[in-house]
């Protein structure tokens, strides 16, 4: 079963604060590093933050600083904490594989709109 649920997405003012979530398989979950990608409309999907099964991170550089992944290993879940947010952060946001691509399975995603 695939599994690849993300919530916590929302409206917020410019500045402000979310923490989205994903619910991901427990085998993919287990097996793969994990990673929050974005897609504003009329631009391609972009991966925004990375974490690796033991922790390790990367980041854009457009939100460095910023936006925080971490993953809890134990209940197959993985995290964003997004602080001050910008309105180039508005998008949809997905939760995959770090390695996930056009042929991959997406799930729905959760809209994340930042606006005064």
């Known amino acids: 079963q695939v599994q690849l649920v993300e919530s916590g997405g929302g409206l917020v003012q410019p500045g402000g604060s979310l923490r989205l979530s994903c619910a991901a398989s427990?085998?993919?979950?287990?097996?793969?590093?994990m990673g929050w990608y974005r897609q504003a409309p009329g631009k391609q999907r972009e991966l925004v933050a990375a974490i690796t099964r033991d922790g390790r991170t990367n980041y854009a550089d457009s939100v460095k600083g910023r936006f925080t992944i971490s993953r809890d290993n134990a209940k197959n879940m993985v995290y964003l904490q997004m602080n001050s947010l910008k309105p180039e952060d508005t998008a949809v946001y997905y939760c995959?594989?770090?390695?996930?691509?056009?042929?991959?399975?997406w799930g729905q995603g959760t809209q994340v709109t930042v606006s005064s």
């Open positions: 427990g085998s993919i979950f287990r097996l793969y590093a």
């Open positions: 995959n594989v770090d390695s996930a691509g056009d042929y991959s399975y």
